[in-house]
């Protein structure tokens, strides 16, 4: 199996950033921060705080495949609706912390906001906890009671907000497809080519919020959002019955 090299730590000229003790995959060394190693000969790297899975010569995430008898396939897609917390072992402050639906936006962290009219008063959701249906072909909607819903969309600039109640309206360039939830698996953003979720810390130029916000990232704003970090959205059940809250605010 895998064994410490004596190389013990690394040092890189640029920054300081410092190396693990590298470790042998078979024949070749690798940095276990950013690779495993299967089989003792199949390096995946870690993606996300992931490290991928090893799939009869393939690597994958199990955010959204599975691997049964050396086969690789999709999760099944999560039927019913869920909750979502932040994966990414490597960023202690968010991992396992829910996204949570505030000013029409989803956050890393923090707390759900909701609303409820009181002429519905008695049978309102408790509407503390921020749960997403997937809808069909790609779109994904709050799991909320309000007539019409309100519709999950990445904005023009790819942060994710979702409809204010009693209104369809999204800015011009918001995308309301593309989004798959697997379930035991995670919520994946597939427009752009995937290159997944990314979680920003709060800033001056970013949405009005105390918390970290979430953003998918592409080809064209990798660059822009590289103080950001990758995460993964993992997909639990909703434990409660039927709508989540009346409408999220
Ligand atoms: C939401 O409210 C319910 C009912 O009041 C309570 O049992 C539950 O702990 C609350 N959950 C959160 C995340 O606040
Ligand atoms: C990537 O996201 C930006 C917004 O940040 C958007 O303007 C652009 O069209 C997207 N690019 C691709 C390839 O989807």
Redesign the pocket.
């Given at each position: 199996m895998t064994r410490f090299s004596l190389t013990a730590a690394v040092l890189i000229g640029l920054g300081h950033r410092v190396l693990g003790a590298l470790e042998q995959c078979g024949p070749a060394q690798y940095d276990p921060t950013n690779y495993v190693c299967w089989e003792n000969q199949f390096l995946c790297p870690v993606t996300a705080g992931e490290g991928l899975s090893y799939c009869n010569g393939a690597c994958y995430s199990k955010f959204m495949y599975t691997c049964n008898n050396n086969i690789l396939s999709l999760l099944p897609p999560a039927e019913s609706a869920f909750t979502l917390t932040v994966s990414n072992p490597a960023l202690p402050q968010l991992d396992g912390k829910?996204v949570t639906a505030q000013g029409l936006r989803l956050w890393l962290g923090g707390e759900?906001k909701s609303y409820c009219p009181s002429v519905v008063d008695p049978n309102c959701p408790?509407g503390?906890?921020t749960s997403i249906v997937a809808g069909g072909f790609g779109g994904a909607g709050m799991n909320t009671m309000v007539p019409g819903g309100q519709q999950v969309y990445l904005t023009p600039d790819w942060n994710v907000g979702y409809t204010q109640a009693h209104s369809a309206y999204m800015p011009f360039g918001s995308t309301s497809t593309g989004f798959a939830a697997y379930q035991g698996g995670g919520f994946i953003n597939l427009n752009g080519n995937g290159w997944g979720w990314v979680a920003c810390p709060p800033r001056a130029s970013g949405p009005a919020g105390p918390e970290w916000t979430l953003y998918g990232r592409n080809s064209t704003n990798a660059e822009s959002l590289n103080y950001c970090t990758p995460i993964n959205l993992k997909v639990t059940p909703y434990p409660g019955q039927g709508a989540a809250a009346w409408q999220y605010t």
């Open positions: 829910p759900t408790p503390n906890v």
